[in-house]
C-alpha cells in the first residue's frame, strides 16, 4: 500500500506486505523488504536496503549522503536489518569510500528519536540508541549494546558487545565488551554486571569477569603485563578471552578507554551475584 501523496521512483524494489505512508520519498536504487512500514515524511535514498519488517517513523532518513567533504556522489549504500525500529528524526547516513562503503544497522535494533548513525558505521544485532544518541563515522558497536540518551561516540571508536555507555557520556576512546562507561570524558567505571544477568548470563560469567577486569583495569603495573596474567589467569574462559582479544585488536587509531571510580562494579548487590 502506498499513498498517494509520496513518491516512489522507477526501479526502487517494494516488497510483499510493505506500506508506505504519506509523503515518503524513496529513490530509485532503494530496497524494501517485505513488510516494511513507512509511517509519514520518510525520506529513503542511495543504495539502501531495509529488512523484512522494519518499521520507520515519521521524518527518519536513511541512505542520504554522508557528511563528509571527501565524498564526491560515489555509488555507496546503507544496509538495514530486518525488525528494527527506527524511530522519529532518525539519520543514517551511507558510507564512503574511505571506508568500507557501506553503513550498516543488524536485525532486531531499536534506534530512539533523533539519534545518528554516521557514515561507514558497523552496528550489530540487537543495539539499542536512546534519544539523541550520535554515532561518528566508523564507529563499530557490539551486539547488544545500549546507549544512553544524548551519548556522542568520536570516530573510529570500537564498542564491544554487551557494553552500556551512560547518558550523555563523551566516549573518544575504544570500550571493551561487558563494560559499563560513563561520563565526560568517558570513563570506565566497571562491567556491565545489570545487563548481563538480564542477558542470562550466569554468576560464574559474573564472577570470572569482574576477577579479570579488576585485574586489567584496577591493578598496578605494566598494562600489557597484567593482559599477560589475565589469559594465563582465565585460559579456557571465553568470555575472558573476547576481552583480551578485543584489546589485542585495537588498531591505535583510538586508545583504550580509561578507567574511572570503579564503585559500580563492586556494589553489594553485585557481589550477590
Same mark, same amino acid.
Given at each position: ?13 517494494? +516488497?510483499? #506486505? ?7 520519498? !524513496? +529513490? ?24 523484512? +519488517?522494519?518499521?520507520?517513523?515519521? @521524518?527518519?532518513?536513511? %541512505? *542520504? ?10 555509488? &555507496? ?13 532518525? &539519520? ?13 544497522? +543488524? /536485525? /532486531? ?8 548513525? %554516521?557514515? /561507514? ?25 545500549? *546507549?544512553? #540518551? ?17 547518558? *550523555?557520556?563523551?566516549? &573518544?576512546?575504544?570500550?571493551?565488551? @561487558?563494560?559499563?562507561?560513563? #561520563? ?9 554486571? !545489570? ?8 554468576? /560464574? ?11 586489567? @583495569? ?27 582479544? @578485543? *584489546? ?26
Amino acid at each position: 500500500m502506498i499513498h498517494a501523496s509520496s513518491v516512489v521512483a522507477p526501479g526502487a524494489v517494494i +516488497g510483499a #506486505g510493505c506500506r508506505i505512508g504519506p509523503f515518503c520519498t !524513496v +529513490g530509485p536504487d532503494v530496497v524494501l523488504e517485505e513488510g516494511v512500514e513507512l509511517l509519514s515524511h520518510v525520506v529513503i535514498e542511495g543504495r539502501t536496503r531495509i529488512g523484512a +519488517g522494519s518499521r520507520l517513523s515519521a @521524518f527518519a532518513s536513511v %541512505g *542520504l549522503a554522508p557528511q563528509d567533504l571527501k565524498y564526491k556522489g560515489e555509488p &555507496t549504500g546503507v544496509v538495514v536489518g530486518a525488525r528494527c525500529q527506527i524511530r522519529e528524526h532518525v &539519520t543514517i547516513h551511507r558510507g564512503s569510500v574511505g571506508g568500507e562503503g557501506i553503513t550498516r544497522v +543488524g /536485525d /532486531d535494533c531499536l534506534l530512539m528519536a533523533c539519534s545518528h548513525v %554516521g557514515h /561507514d558505521c558497523q552496528v550489530a544485532d540487537r543495539v539499542i540508541l536512546a534519544n539523541n544518541v550520535m554515532l561518528g563515522g566508523h564507529v563499530r558497536v557490539g551486539e547488544q549494546c545500549f *546507549l544512553g #540518551g544524548g551519548a556522542a561516540v568520536h570516530q573510529m571508536v570500537r564498542v564491544g558487545r554487551h557494553a552500556m555507555v551512560g547518558g *550523555l557520556a563523551g566516549v &573518544t576512546n575504544d570500550v571493551p565488551p @561487558f563494560a559499563n562507561v560513563f #561520563g565526560l570524558p568517558a570513563r570506565l567505571v566497571g562491567l556491565n554486571a !545489570v545487563g548481563l544477568r538480564r542477558r542470562g548470563f550466569s554468576r /560464574d560469567n559474573l564472577h570470572a569477569l569482574r576477577a579479570a577486569f579488576r585485574l586489567l @583495569f584496577r591493578e598496578p603495573g605494566i598494562f600489557a603485563e597484567r593482559m599477560e596474567m589475565a589469559a594465563q589467569r582465565f585460559a579456557g574462559d571465553a568470555l575472558v578471552e573476547e576481552v583480551l582479544s @578485543f *584489546l589485542q585488536a585495537r588498531d591505535r587509531r583510538r586508545e583504550l578507554i580509561r578507567p574511572g571510580r570503579m564503585a559500580a562494579e563492586i556494589a553489594p548487590e553485585e557481589e550477590e551475584a
